[in-house]
């Protein structure tokens, strides 16, 4: 089941993610295999996956973004969450969408990521 929700002003109307499918937590977990290559925190909890909208017919669809838009490896990441994401077992199909808006900001941490890298 997708829905779609509002966006943030200025924001993308990005759907939420797909929480009650039987992937979604293994699909997580090979986001979290994944990591920017400057900052020692998964893509997950660092907050960079916005989105992870599974179909009934198992194929996935990432909304995700970068710490910055001159991330040096802008043009590889979404490549390496694709890659991580097609080897779980079920899943068909992988897109991987990168996106600026909204923005990355530190906020969108998770607790786990702020400890890690010392913000708490």
Same mark, same amino acid.
């Not at 979290?32 to 900052?39: A, G, K, L, N, S």
């Not at 909304?63 to 068909?92: R, Y």
């Given at each position: ?9 200025? &924001?993308?109307?990005? &759907? ?13 977990? @090979?986001?979290?295999? !994944?990591?920017? =290559? %400057?900052? =020692? !925190? ?16 198992? %194929? !996935? ?11 040096? !490896? ?11 994401? %097609?080897?779980? @077992?079920?899943?068909?199909? +992988?897109? +991987? ?14 607790? %786990? &990521? ?7």
């Amino acid at each position: 089941m997708t829905n779609v929700t509002e966006p943030l002003e200025g &924001a993308p109307l990005i &759907a939420p993610s797909t929480v009650d499918h039987p992937l979604y937590d293994q699909i997580v977990d @090979a986001c979290r295999t !994944v990591y920017d =290559p %400057e900052i =020692p !925190v998964n893509i997950f909890e660092l907050g960079l996956i916005y989105t992870v909208e599974i179909s009934p017919e198992n %194929e !996935v669809k990432i909304i995700m973004t970068l710490t910055a838009p001159g991330c040096p !490896v802008a043009g590889d990441m979404p490549g390496w969450v694709a890659d991580a994401v %097609e080897a779980v @077992a079920g899943v068909k199909q +992988v897109e +991987v969408e990168l996106t600026w808006n909204p923005p990355w900001g530190m906020e969108m941490m998770s607790d %786990e &990521a702020r400890l890690e890298l010392g913000f708490m």
